[in-house]
Every structure is written in C-alpha cells, then in structure tokens.
C-alpha cells in the first residue's frame, strides 16, 4: 500500500496513525475543463463504485486487486453475496441494471427495488402500496377484535361473578352465575317451609364444621332427601310415593317406598284416610299441597325433606322417551289392557310401555305391594341408564336430558338446575351394591270409615318402621322413639311380618324376578 493509499477504516495500516488529508487542488485555466467535462464525455458516470480514473481511489469498494474489497468486490468468479450476482439474475439493492440505477430507492419497503428488468420505472408502487395497507389493515382488525373480546369477557366475568342482585331467600347479595343456579324455575309446587322441622341432629355423629363436599341446600349436612310422587291421570292421588335419600357422607343412597293404601288418619279427610289423598284432602289451611304430604313424611317417618319433585304418569312417558327407552328383562308378557300388551324377554321400554309397566297390578297376588316390588325393578334399570348416558354419551349430554325435561316441564320442583347437576353427579358414582330399597313395613287391614263404609287399607307397624328409619334414613339423626312419630297402627295383633324386612339392594334388582301372580286374575281370553 502506497501513502496515498488507507484501509478501510481509513488509517495507515503500517504506521496505524491517522492520514493527513490530501491538498486541495487548484483550479485554473489549465485544469478547469478536465473537472467541467468529467466524467468524460463517451463514458457514463455510474456512481461511487466506478469512479475515474483507473488507478486512483475508488473508495471502500474498489481497493485495488488482492486486497480485500469489501463485500460487493469478492474477485471474479467466487461467491459476489446477494448484491453481486450475475447480470441478468437479481441485483438486489445496489446492483440494479447501471441504466436504471437510482441514488435514492423510493419509500415502497424492499419489492420496490426489485422490479423486472426495467428497474423502478417498471415497478407498481400502488399495488406494493395496496398490498402493504391490506396487510397491515388485517393485522391491526385481528388485534383491535381481540381486545374488545378481551374486554367483553372481563366484564362479562365481572356481572355474573360481583354480588349485585337480590337473594329474595336470604335478603342478601347474590351473583348472577349463583342466582342461575340457585334459580327454581320448575317450582310450580311452591317452596317448602324448613323453618319448623324437627332435626335431631347427633352431636357426636356431625361436628358443627363438618362438611360433606357437595354444597347443596340442607338440613342436615350430610344428607339430602327428596320426596317424589307420581300422580294419577287425573292428577288427584298419587300412585307413587318414594323418598330418595342421598347419604353423602356415607355414599349411599336410600330408597323408601310408602304403600299409597297406607292410612294415616289424622293427616286427610278421605273416607279412607289413605296417604295417596293428603295432597288433594289434607288439611285445606296447610298451602302449598305439597307441604302437607312433607309434613306428614317428616312427623310420621322422622325424614327431613330437602325438596321435592312431581310428575304425572303421561309425563313419564316423555321423560322415558327423551332419554332413548329403559331396557329391562322380562319374564312374561304384561298384559295392561287388551291392546297394551308388553312382550316377554329383554326389551327396551318405550314410554308409553314405562307407564303400563309402573302401574300394571291385576294379576298381582299381593296387589298394590305386588306392583310396588315392580317398581323397584323399574327404579333399578332406570338407574343403570343413568350410568349408560353417563360413561356413553358424557355428564354434558345427562344435563342436556335435564334441560329438556325442565323446559318441557315435564316435572314440578324446588330444585334448583345446579342441585339437580350435583345430585346426579352424585348418583353416578355409587355403586349398584349401595342403593338399597325399602318399603315401610306393615300389612293389610279394614278401615272402618267414618261414612259406615270399610275400606281396605295399609297398616303401619309402628316397632319394625321404627327400626328401619334408625338404621337406614336417620344416619345423622339420633335414634327414633316411639314417642317422636305420629304413626298410628290399625292392628296391633300382628297377623304376618312378610313385609318387614324388604331391603334389597340395586345389584340384587337385576336379576329379581317378577311378583307372584294370581292365576284367578289371569284375563279370561288370555291363551298360554
């Protein structure tokens, strides 16, 4: 490297000192036209990397031969970068066609340097610049969408979580997520009145902090227990009549059937004083219906009731029927009325088939008892298809069967949508072996009415009911007296104690067999 020479850095790279600058030239008469005319006239100036002339510094980019030259001087024949390739191939930015390179690129982003042959003259800078709005135009609608729904979902999330509506319950505030569930829209019944039940609890059965996990609206924690009764075509009696208790805390369910004959003189005015009357001729200054029959549960039987639920025969037939039938066994025909006749072997309950089945009792040797022993078998497989739509179809599609009986208000209820998700959550996880059935035991008697009719009637027997409830309905409860029940017995010289002992669990349900049938109640033109 010569003295006139510097590296890139433009420092002596021998003596590694700054390079005084080169005296300016003069211009006189002599060399005025050499810069006037410059560059020359038959060469065209094609910017700092071709300067004139050769052998003088051309700048960074041109340092002479075999000394480094930057990026865009790599010697012939090697890799030149992206900005050195051959001509007639991309050029880049610094490398365009010498007749139509620009010292200032147009403000259009990178494809505006790129254009075909013809350099920026051939370029389309409105589509470059429609193309870059779009793009933009999008990006800045997706972000500007997410952040209304960011903030739709915020205060959505606030509404139904701030406790701003009124509990017409408790007088207190209540979220909107707590007061839909909490809402009792099928409550046509009215609310029961829990305000003057007798409890008894166990002290040293439940703690005052214990708590069963399930956070619905009890009593007695550690329990729940429903009253269910299913109503005749004319919705007067009731035909049937179960409590369903959910021990939670010892992941049980309890099922006790009351007998519709059975008497209970002081809670109706029928002449017979059956218990299927109390709803429809109880005491008339006990409103709403419902909580007549309750009473007469809770100061008969001792069973605190959480809530009810109501139903009439022919709306049993649409439930049975948006839930896909109830397959069962069976092991002859059920001959209901000449043209409702239900065939022999496995089958699957269609709705109207449920109805016939429930309340069939002609050919029944024991009756009323006969088509209640029936019953459980119903109350069995109908279980088994709660636990097929659960482990089948999923828990979403059981509530979507809920919804549909809710909104066709197929059922009457104090429940609330949320306390019935939770109940049946609950019910799907028990075992078979761990739902146990009962009837009140007793046997038949003649009621002398007070019309001078006899009517033939349930009796209690006080002592075995007494011990029933201990043992299954009052786990949280302390034991029961004859003191603390209003059962009053028709017979006190037990003739038979058959029905004092009915427990059977779910499991042994499945492979029960029907009730004895009285041959002298087999239809007449019935052929074997």
């Known amino acids: 490297m010569d003295n006139n020479e510097v590296n890139l850095n433009g420092a002596d790279t021998e003596k590694n000192a700054p390079k005084p600058l080169r005296k300016l030239v003069k211009v006189n008469r002599e060399n005025r036209d050499t810069f006037e005319n410059y560059p020359p006239v038959n060469e065209e100036y094609h910017g700092r990397y071709e300067a004139a002339p050769e052998g003088e510094y051309h700048g960074r980019h041109e340092a002479p031969e075999g000394e480094y030259h930057g990026l865009h001087e790599a010697p012939e024949g090697e890799y030149h970068g992206l900005h050195e390739a051959p001509e007639g191939e991309y050029h880049g930015l610094h490398e365009a066609p010498s007749s139509s390179l620009r010292a200032v690129p147009p403000p259009y982003g990178k494809r505006g340097y ?122 007067f009696n009731s035909d049937v009549m179960w409590i369903v208790q959910f021990d939670i805390g010892n992941g049980e369910i309890n099922i006790l059937q009351i007998p519709r004959d059975c008497c209970l003189p002081d809670y109706t005015t029928s002449p017979a004083r059956k218990f299927n009357s109390v709803y429809s001729m109880g005491d008339p200054n006990i409103n709403p219906p419902i909580q007549r029959v309750v009473n007469a549960v809770q100061e008969n039987f001792g069973i605190p009731i959480d809530a009810y639920i109501t139903t009439a025969c022919f709306d049993i037939v649409r439930m049975v029927d948006i839930v896909g039938g109830i397959p069962m066994h ?45 019953q459980r078998r119903f109350m069995s497989a109908a279980m088994m298809k709660l636990f097929d739509i659960v482990e089948n179809e999923g828990r979403l599609k059981l509530y979507s069967y809920i919804k549909q009986i809710k909104d066709e208000e197929l059922i009457y209820t104090d429940l609330s949508i949320g306390d019935m998700s939770k109940i049946a959550d609950f019910a799907s996880t028990i075992d078979m072996d761990h739902v146990r059935v009962n009837m009140v035991p007793g046997e038949d008697a003649t009621f002398y009415g007070e019309d001078g009719e006899e009517y033939a009637v349930f009796s209690v027997h006080k002592a075995a009911t007494i011990a029933l409830l201990n043992k299954y309905y009052r ?17 006190l010289d037990h003739q038979y104690d058959v029905y004092d002992d009915t427990n059977m669990t779910f499991e042994e349900l499945e492979t029960a067999t029907e009730p004895l049938r009285d041959p002298d109640k087999k239809p007449s033109w019935k052929v074997d």
Do not use: C
């Open 114 to 235: 790129d254009a075909d042959d013809g350099g920026y003259d051939d370029y389309d800078y409105e589509f470059e610049e429609d193309h870059r709005r779009k793009r933009f135009s999008f990006k800045d609608f997706l972000i500007k969408t997410l952040a209304v729904v960011t903030s739709i979902v915020l205060i959505v999330g606030l509404i139904v979580n701030v406790p701003i509506f009124m509990d017409k319950k408790t007088g207190g505030n209540i979220s909107l997520i707590n007061l839909i569930k909490t809402a009792q829209p099928m409550a046509k019944e009215g609310l029961l009145d829990k305000q003057n039940v007798e409890l008894n609890i166990d002290t040293e059965k439940v703690e005052e902090d214990y708590n069963d996990g399930l956070d619905l609206p009890q009593l007695i924690e550690g329990q729940y227990s429903v009253l269910f009764l299913g109503f005749d075509e004319d919705e």
């Open 330 to 374: 069976l092991d002859n025909e059920i001959i209901y009325e000449a043209d409702k006749i239900i065939p022999a072997g496995d089958v699957t309950l269609t709705g109207e088939q449920a109805e016939w089945f429930i309340r069939f009792r002609n050919e029944w040797l024991q009756g009323d008892i006969g088509r209640m022993q029936n």
């Open 475 to 491: 786990p949280y409860q302390t034991a029961m007296t004859p003191y603390d029940t209003t059962i009053v017995e028709l017979v």
